[in-house]
C-alpha cells in the first residue's frame, strides 16, 4: 500500500487480498474525484457486459447489487462528500489527496483508494485495492473474482493514461 495513504492500518492487516497500481498524471492538479472518474467512468463495452453478467450471478444468490444506473458511466454530481454514492460505492474518506470508497458486505468488505501525490516534482495517482473476506462464501467470490480484476483494474487505467485523462 502507499504510503501517505488513510486507509486504516487494522484494514490491511486484517485484509484477504489488496494491490496498488501507480500512474504518472499529466494533468497534475486534476481532483481526486476527477481522477476517480478518469479510471472508472470510463468501462469498455466487455468489461459493462462481463459486471452485468457478475451482478446476475450474485443477485440470483441474493447479494445486494447496485442499480443499473449507478453502474457505468452515471450522472456526475457537481460536488461530492462522505456518505455519497460514486459510482457504485459510497464514500467512506474524501479529501484533497484521497478518496476511499467501497462496500461492506456480509461475504467481505472492500474498499478503493484514489491517491493523489505529488514525489520529486511529479504528480502521481495510485489505485488501491483491499478486501476482507468474512466467510467461505467471500473466499470463494474472491477467488473467481481475482483472475479479472486484477487484468481488469490495470486495463481500465492504461486505458485512462491513453486517453489523456490521467
Known sequence: MPPGSALHP?????????????????HPSAGVVDL?????????????????????VVRALGLQVPAESNQFDGPRRAAYRVGDTIGRWPIFLLNEQELIA????SHLDFRVSVLRQVQDGQAWVTISTVCKVHNRFGKAYLRCVLPFHRPGLKFIIRRAMRAGRL
Open 102 to 105: 467501497g462496500r461492506d458486505s
Open 10 to 26: 487494522d484494514t490491511l492487516s486484517a485484509a484477504s487480498y489488496r494491490d496498488s497500481h501507480r500512474a504518472p498524471l499529466t
Open 36 to 56: 476517480f472518474f478518469a479510471v472508472f467512468g470510463h468501462h469498455p463495452a466487455w468489461m459493462k457486459a462481463a459486471i452485468r453478467a457478475r451482478n446476475r
